[in-house]
């Protein structure tokens, strides 16, 4: 999980403080997340999924799918 954030930062040409700024935490608690020194709370994941537009399950190496679920009603 913690590479595929990485990885999506990167390719969306991101810094950390500008994740960090969308998530309202530090540029270090939000280092920390990328390397896996500290967990990823269930809010942050959900944030980061709608941010990249992709699924939490993809985000935590579940599915190489990342195109999001469908919403429900």
Do not use: W
């Not at 990167?10 to 270090?28: F, I, M, N, R, T």
């Amino acid at each position: 999980m913690y590479r595929r954030i990485r990885d999506l930062r990167e390719d969306a040409d991101l810094y950390q403080k500008d994740l960090a700024e969308y998530l309202q935490c530090s540029q270090v608690c939000y280092s920390h997340y990328e390397i896996g020194k500290r967990d990823v709370p269930t809010d942050v994941l959900i944030k980061l999924a709608r941010f990249y537009n992709t699924s939490v399950d993809y985000l935590l190496g579940l599915t190489d799918e990342k195109t999001p679920y469908p919403k429900t009603k």
